[in-house]
């Protein structure tokens, strides 16, 4: 755990400890599940906060859907890139993706390990080709399989999107998918090119927000309260 208050200060945890239990003989461990990030994940990290990115460009949240009584874990697509190669594709906000095709054979999200490896699977690098199935949901409710190959390539994620409410042209919707490092800079855009409008009122819209960067969050938060 990390502590401060803008000032130096000595932080103590008195916590029991048990023969025979719970870390007994070894030092006390304030985060016994933390992991550590490879040097290939941490650059990736930090090349997300800056919004820099290699992939398809979609911004999606993590989601289960039961079909015909089997579970399948799926990215709900919330958000396509308008500058990355997703857009161009044949995928639409709400298809789930399902699958990724790994030397020839698609497999699912669960035969990958999970959300965290299927989401390496997906990235890849530039000028490589990411081939996805999608589920598609119809009109009566089934759900159509689309397959999409997209080639990779370096993109700038969009982490705020923004329009004007359809039903009142005081209100304007900002959304934020998450808080990368420019973040606090496309917010202030968004808002004063509301305002520019004549929207007086705001929704600021974060479902499905991923989270990131706590000094972009905290720049945001700042704007609003000052």
Request: net charge negative; with cysteine; hydrophobic share 40%.
């Amino acid at each position: 755990g990390a502590y401060g208050d803008g000032g130096c200060h000595l932080h103590f945890h008195l916590v029991p400890k048990y023969k025979g239990e719970y870390e007994w003989g070894t030092p006390f461990a304030m985060n016994p599940g933390k992991t550590y990030l490879t040097e290939e994940e941490y650059a990736a990290q930090m090349s997300d906060n800056l919004g820099e990115n290699v992939g398809i460009g979609v911004s999606f949240a993590q989601e289960s859907v039961v079909i015909s009584g089997q579970e399948w874990l799926t990215y709900n697509i919330i958000a396509i890139f308008k500058n990355a190669p997703a857009a161009s594709s044949n995928l639409r906000v709400g298809d789930r993706i399902y699958a990724v095709q790994v030397d020839g054979v698609f497999k699912s999200i669960a035969e990958l390990g999970g959300y965290n490896q299927a989401l390496a699977t997906i990235r890849g690098e530039a000028g490589t080709t990411a081939t996805l199935l999608a589920l598609r949901e119809t009109d009566n409710g089934e759900y159509e399989i689309i397959e999409s190959s997209i080639v990779r390539a370096a993109y700038t994620s969009e982490s705020v999107t923004y329009k004007v409410s359809e039903t009142d042209s005081k209100v304007g919707i900002v959304h934020l998918s998450e808080f990368d490092l420019q973040t606090p800079k496309l917010f202030k855009e968004a808002v004063l090119a509301l305002q520019a409008k004549g929207v007086e009122y705001f929704i600021f819209d974060v479902r499905y927000n991923l989270g990131g960067d706590i000094q972009s969050v905290r720049a945001v938060l700042s704007y609003l309260l000052d």
